[in-house]
């Protein structure tokens, strides 16, 4: 629930000097650093994740906590601009344009990154970044863990900062709570898509940041199949498989030509063949990934055991860019966990068409050379319906830094102008305001991280 002191929180960190607000989320990232011998096996207890994953994706949540803690410092993302009054051409008032904080923020944790997207995750380090204080939803694949997060943060951070509840019905709550002025989410089509017709149906809507799913289709073109194919199937079977394709950047489809098929299934399947396959997050995805499947068109290539509670293993499909044509929909569900499709087409140049089936995406790749007629059209296709767009590389592996875009056009996520990862991630808890002919001795006092230009 919402209580007094989240809102108390929200008139001490809207104070507070940016600079202050920084060395609070550095306190922070150093005490989880310093608990990282307790955390970690708490995190692999309740997640079955191995323990060197864990301890990597701790140290990124505490980078990125002092990386945002830096940039809110620097005043970068206030966005200032000035205007001074003129009196011609068009005669205008002096004009200052800022930001401040949204409000009282809820976050919704996701499952598939107990520490990087959960607690004190990307969404939660942004908001206290830009003075929200954050109420978190657990995830219930990890709420041990949740809850000994926050007892080691809670204390360093001003009383009503970082709240957590747990439970589907208490998330529902706080989101509809009149004090709480946007909302993030990490999750599934359907649960994020619910959550924010919630908050769209308010008496007073509010952003709803939510990142829902995609399957980040791979394009390789004739000639890079024929000059690197080896190894290319060799990277797409490593990327869908890594994390048991628990991963929201997980390449789900690779869209060839029909000529290296053969060749590229052999391989992959080759490289699934010894795969011991593992525990999903928890037993509803692992439910969900042994229910779903490709559409019909589809043949198998290959199945590793079904298993029993949370245990997946890879499996691999193939079809055509006929049967993609004919059901996008089916054939383009994202599947949770380690699944892929081969799509085989047969003209090159049907792939900017292609592309335009694919709904919005986290991502999209390219395998191509510089020479490729298509290769132009096609790159183009692709930031039209992806928030990122990768040259010969995969998907899988998210740099947290300033030029990081994490997001995408819908269903992707529900807001396709902001990103969750990367410094830009602050801006969606802040709230643009002009200033006009305010006083300099008056704007001076804003909890501001630079001095004001007049």
Not at 125 to 147: F, I, M, Q, T, W
Not at 397 to 422: F, K
């Amino acid at each position: 629930m919402v209580t007094p002191d989240v809102e108390a929180a929200a008139h001490t960190l809207a104070g507070m000097p940016a600079a202050d607000r920084a060395a609070v989320m550095h306190r922070v990232a150093d005490a989880l650093d310093s608990a990282a011998g307790e955390l970690v096996p708490l995190a692999a207890g309740e997640t079955r994740l191995p323990a060197e994953r864990l301890t990597g994706e701790l140290a990124r949540t505490t980078f990125q906590l002092r990386l945002y803690a830096d940039e809110i410092a620097s005043g970068r993302p206030l966005r200032q601009r000035h205007d001074a009054a003129a009196p011609a051409p068009l005669p205008r008032p002096d004009l200052f344009r800022t930001a401040v904080p949204i409000g009282p923020v809820v976050v919704f944790a996701a499952s598939n990154f107990p520490f990087a997207f959960s607690v004190l995750g990307t969404d939660t380090a942004a908001a206290l970044a830009a003075g929200c204080p954050v109420v978190v939803k657990a995830h219930p694949g990890h709420p041990r863990l949740s809850d000994r997060v926050r007892e080691i943060a809670a204390p360093l951070l001003p009383p009503g900062a970082l709240t957590l509840v747990h439970g589907e019905e208490e998330g529902r709550e706080v989101l509809l709570d009149p004090r709480i002025k946007a909302a993030a989410f990490t999750g599934s089509l359907a649960g994020g898509r619910a959550l924010f017709d919630l908050a769209a149906s308010r008496p007073e809507p509010i952003p709803f940041y939510g990142e829902l799913g995609s399957v980040n289709p791979v394009f390789v073109t004739r000639s890079a199949a024929e000059r690197r194919g080896p190894e290319i199937w060799a990277g797409f079977a490593e990327s869908y498989t890594l994390g048991l394709g628990q991963f929201c950047t997980k390449p789900g489809v690779l869209i060839l030509p029909g000529s290296a098929l053969d060749a590229a299934a052999t391989a992959v399947a080759g490289a699934l063949s010894g795969h011991p396959g593992g525990d999903l997050l928890t037993s509803k995805i692992a439910d969900g990934f042994r229910a779903g499947r490709p559409g019909p068109s589809a043949r198998v290539v290959f199945e590793g055991p079904p298993g029993e509670g949370r245990f997946a293993a890879p499996a691999l499909y193939a079809t055509t860019a006929g049967a993609l044509r004919d059901d996008p929909e089916g054939l383009l569900e994202e599947r949770f966990g380690p699944s892929a499709l081969l799509v085989a087409y047969d003209d090159e140049g049907e792939l900017p068409a292609l592309a335009r089936l694919i709904p919005g995406q986290l991502t999209a790749t390219v395998h191509g050379e510089e020479d490729d007629e298509v290769a132009p059209a096609l790159v183009r296709g692709l930031a039209g319906l992806a928030g990122r767009v990768i040259w010969n590389g995969w998907p899988t592996g998210v740099a947290v830094t300033g030029a990081m875009h994490h997001g995408g056009p819908y269903p992707a996520t529900t807001a396709p102008l902001h990103t969750s990862v990367g410094t830009a991630a602050i801006e969606r808890f802040l709230r643009p305001v002009t200033f006009q002919n305010m006083p300099a001795a008056i704007l001076t006092t804003l909890p501001s991280s630079k001095e004001v230009d007049r």
